[in-house]
């Protein structure tokens, strides 16, 4: 109106310190992004250059228990069997560090969380046969929480390679504890072994129990019987 008002806003934008961290923040999730695309291309490539020689493998165990991998029902087994094993074993392709990407916030905090009864699928690498069940998972924070579903993430990590039971609770509490820093970890799992049921002394009603305490829950008497309490005997 008074012929002074003529500068523009985006040059008038120029002079404003933008201190206020936003822009650092879209730049980090662009690159977590891109970076997780990467990982999940390069992994889909291996997965696909590998097909084949699994496939052929499976082809040969097949013809050796005496079937016809030429009949019908048969001709895409092999394929079908090397495509489900890729996925049963996924987990050594997958870090804690993707999955828990932006998923850790501060937050003060410091009373017992628990997660139980996640679902829990593996392959016994005794005998490549499943062993499934309930993870149940406690932790105290230090400053620090983790989106709940991130938990469970952290299972399907671990859960996805050829596993024992003992070495599989062991990881996840060891990967919660390096991520976060909590107070204490606890980790109970509850499954029942294929390889004990269909074979062996097929015993069918049987379960296998492990646990893992870090920190207080180790320490701590009374902590570690909360958790149990709120988790396995609940």
């Known amino acids: 109106m008074n012929g002074h008002c003529n500068v523009k806003m ?5 002079d ?4 206020n961290g936003f822009g650092d923040l879209i730049i980090d999730n662009k690159k977590s992004a891109a970076h997780r695309k990467h990982e999940s291309s390069r992994k889909e490539a291996e997965d696909k ?13 097949l013809r050796e228990l005496g079937e016809d991998t030429d009949r019908q029902g048969l001709l895409r087994t092999p394929l079908r069997a090397a495509k489900a094993m890729q996925f049963l074993t996924k ?10 990407n932006n998923a ?14 996640i679902d829990m699928f593996s392959l016994c690498e005794h005998h490549l046969v499943p062993f499934f069940g309930k993870v149940h998972i406690g ?40 991520a976060l820093q909590p107070k204490g970890v606890a980790v109970v799992i509850e499954a ?5 049921v269909m074979r062996g002394v097929q015993k069918m009603n049987s379960r296998t129990v492990t646990s893992t305490m870090l920190g207080v ?18």
């Open 16 to 19: 404003i310190p933008f201190n």
């Open 192 to 196: 029942a072994h294929m390889c004990m």
């Open 49 to 61: 250059s590998r097909l084949p020689a699994l496939e052929a493998a499976y082809t040969s165990i």
């Open 139 to 178: 932790y105290i924070p230090n400053k620090k929480v983790v989106g709940l579903s991130k938990l469970a993430r952290i299972v399907e990590i671990f859960s996805r390679r050829l596993q024992v039971q003992e070495r599989l609770t062991k990881q996840i509490a060891m990967g919660i504890s390096e």
């Open 217 to 234: 829950y180790l320490e701590d008497p009374k902590t570690r019987e909360e958790f149990l309490t709120l988790s396995v005997h609940a």
């Open 104 to 117: 850790i916030f501060d937050e003060d905090h410091d009373e017992m969380v628990i997660v139980k009864d």
């Open 10 to 14: 985006s040059d008038a934008m120029e």
């Open 91 to 100: 987990g050594y392709h997958e870090t804690i560090d993707d999955i828990l």
